[in-house]
């Protein structure tokens, strides 16, 4: 069966008597076009299955009142947090948001921002997939001139706004924990150090280390996707080690959980045996049993603040660029998973 041709502002004219340009500008609710005929306008486009061209609009006006958000994952608490913050703050504007994920993928990423940059997107906040490495489709964006604003995974050589917490810091105050707890062998499950949150994660636990005169061994570091399968898979290696840790330092709640479930599979004691602390304190590492302990990354205020540097971007475009570098302090969620004292 032949597809249904899509109704246009003419065929809404043929049906009123009207001109094409008197139906668009009822549309757009022109202030000289009468109530009377906006209503009739409005019923007819209703009747016909009127869908406006947005693309076309956008191209006409150079504003779609759009904005796309590219994230890793949906799964996740802290993205969707983060999302649901943004769409507050925009659609209180009058601006509408494309969501996009990338599950973690370089070349969805890069698909994501050919559609996005292809429908005519006001701005686009984004937070990088694990694999990305090449920056030429953020320089993409950059070079079109749509606003482009990174939160929590975001590389420097772009020199676009920023949001995120203190990683490095985060490291020192997970570490400086599990030392107060009497920990001195200390793994570490990372992300992907090409990745800057996670090589700032990953300097801070070294670093700390070295503050704390506990050694440092290769063995007790790894770099993941930091799945729940990930966790699973290292934390079986670092119990299969001559000398097992006594802390492990997880970089995301989903990897710490596996790494839970391995422990109890293999009846290792939390945090008595092992102590462990996760990363972005996800709902279920409060409900799990033992709690897991995590960092907070603040996603609402990250969400915010992403969309209200957007807001500011897009209401003095041609002023010059004072990057936005906004950096908030991590705080450590204490549960039963790393409390020995």
């Known amino acids: 069966m032949a597809n249904k041709k899509k109704s246009t502002i003419k065929d809404i004219a043929n049906v009123l008597g009207i001109t094409p340009?008197?139906?668009?500008?009822?549309?757009?609710?022109?202030?000289?076009?009468s109530q009377q005929t906006k209503t009739a306008v409005m019923q007819v486009a209703e009747n016909l299955n009127y869908q406006p061209n947005h693309i076309a609009t956008a191209l006409r006006k150079g504003k779609s009142n759009?904005?796309?958000?590219?994230?890793?994952?949906?799964n996740s608490n802290f993205f969707s947090s983060i999302i649901e913050k943004i769409e507050d703050v925009l659609n209180e504007k009058g601006y509408n948001v494309i969501i996009t994920q990338s599950n973690e993928s370089y070349k969805k990423e890069c698909q994501s921002i050919e559609a996005l940059l292809f429908t005519q997107v006001d701005g686009i906040i984004a937070s990088m997939a694990n694999e990305t490495v090449k920056l030429d489709y953020y320089n993409k964006v950059k070079q079109k001139g749509v606003p482009l604003i990174?939160?929590?995974?975001?590389?420097?050589?772009?020199?676009?706004d920023y949001v995120g917490i203190d990683d490095y810091m985060s490291s020192h105050i997970v570490i400086k924990h599990l030392v107060d707890q009497g920990c001195k062998r200390i793994a570490h499950?990372?992300?992907?150090?090409?990745?800057?949150?996670?090589?700032?994660?990953?300097?801070?636990?070294?670093?700390?280390?070295?503050?704390y005169n506990l050694p440092f061994s290769d063995e007790l570091i790894y770099e993941c996707n930091l799945r729940k399968v990930d966790g699973k898979e290292i934390m079986k290696k670092l119990l299969d080690l001559p000398i097992r840790p006594d802390g492990i330092y997880v970089s995301g709640d989903y990897a710490a959980l596996g790494a839970l479930e391995e422990m109890k599979a293999q009846h290792v004691k939390v945090p008595e045996d092992i102590a462990l602390v996760g990363f972005s304190n996800e709902p279920f590492s409060e409900i799990v049993t033992p709690g897991i302990s995590s960092i907070e990354q603040h996603s609402e205020e990250i969400g915010r603040l992403a969309a209200e540097t957007f807001l500011k971007r897009i209401a003095n475009p041609d002023e010059p660029v004072t990057l936005n570098k906004m950096i908030l302090d991590p705080e450590l969620i204490v549960r039963a998973s790393s409390k020995r004292k």
């Not at 759009?66 to 949906?74: E, S």
């Open 21 to 33: 340009s008197a139906v668009s500008k009822a549309l757009n609710n022109h202030p000289r076009i």
């Open 66 to 74: 759009l904005v796309g958000v590219i994230i890793p994952r949906a």
């Open 189 to 211: 499950i990372g992300g992907f150090s090409h990745t800057r949150i996670y090589k700032n994660r990953i300097r801070g636990y070294i670093d700390a280390l070295e503050k």
């Open 150 to 160: 990174l939160f929590d995974r975001g590389e420097n050589d772009l020199n676009v």
